[in-house]
């Protein structure tokens, strides 16, 4: 028999893996320069030991009203506003009580708005999101620490009440007994989580 086929055989396999990796990153690289839809927001929702993290990417229009850089004095207030909004998360996602998750880090970022104004100490360039077309994205990190992640049922997002912009929002979650994707309304906004 030849010796060489085996391992043409691997070869082959990970020749098939690697390029359907690459697929899968060309995929969501699609996916995510296509999220820009206004009144369309994207969260992703992870819980990991103690860890809860929500990442949030939004058109900033949802959350503000408008998108180009904010120079009047009426911007500039509009932006702090809806920063002091986020940064106070623990009344934006309303986790289930007993399971004590009490908001530990929060981070803001948009190409329109000047970090300062969003509370942040240090100017971080905004990774990816050019603002292009006169579009601008808000991207906000916040971590919570649960006490008793397991007993994590819901969690209830006011971003609907607490911003005007906002039509859906969509969700991934990912936990360690399960993952899925859901669809948040202004009528439907709670992720089940277990
Ligand atoms: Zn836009």
């Known amino acids: 028999m030849n010796s060489r086929t085996p391992t043409f055989g691997k070869l082959s396999k990970l020749a098939a893996v690697l390029s359907s990796a690459l697929l899968l990153s060309v995929v969501t690289l699609a996916t995510a320069h ?11 929702v992870a819980l990991d030991g103690k860890t809860l ?19 009047s004095a009426k911007d500039k207030q509009a932006a702090q506003d809806m920063a002091k909004t986020l940064r106070n ?3 934006v996602f309303v ?7 009490k908001l530990s880090g929060v981070q803001l970022v948009s190409a329109a708005i000047e970090p300062a104004l969003l509370g942040e100490a240090a100017a ?4 990816g999101h050019e603002d292009h077309d006169g579009h601008a994205d808000m991207d ?11 007993r994590l049922q819901r969690i209830d997002v006011k971003l609907f009440d607490a911003f005007k ?4 929002i969509d969700v991934q979650l990912v936990t360690p007994k399960r993952q899925g994707a859901a669809k948040l309304t202004p009528t439907a ?5 277990q």
Request: aromatic share 8%; hydrophobic share 40%; proline share 6%.
């Open 34 to 44: 296509e999220a820009h839809v206004h009144g369309v927001g994207k969260l992703d």
């Open 124 to 127: 971080k360039k905004p990774a």
């Open 53 to 71: 993290s929500l990442h949030l990417d939004s058109p900033l229009v949802n959350l503000i009203g408008f998108e180009h850089a904010a120079k």
């Open 89 to 91: 998360a623990a009344t």
């Open 189 to 193: 906004a709670s992720i089940t989580i």
């Open 95 to 101: 986790t289930t009580p007993s399971a004590e998750c």
């Open 165 to 168: 912009g906002f039509n859906s």
């Open 140 to 150: 906000a990190d916040f971590s919570f620490q649960c006490a008793y992640p397991e």
